[in-house]
């Protein structure tokens, strides 16, 4: 049986991937609209803002993903001392 700290963590494992792509496209709807206000070419702004959007859900994205395995590998380590499967010299 799952505790409730595991199901929390899949489930944030699964909604970091929907939320790197969710600020992607959102940095390229507001580069399209943004240079398309300005007068500028919508595509060159959809390119400029997907790329921005990249850059940003790389490093939220990243910070959530780094959290989560260093979360599962703690649990790994807790799991390998709870069966004592480790030996001392």
Known sequence: MKTINSVLADGLAA??????????????????????????????????????????????CGALALAVDIRSNLAAIRAALANNSYRQE
């Not at 580069?31 to 400029?48: K, N, P, S, T």
């Open 15 to 60: 909604l970091n991937a929907v939320l790197a792509i969710l600020i992607v496209v959102a940095g390229a709807m507001g580069g399209f609209a943004g240079f398309e206000i300005r007068g500028f070419g919508e595509l060159m702004g959809a390119v400029i803002g997907g790329a921005i959007g990249l850059l940003i859900a790389i490093f939220i």
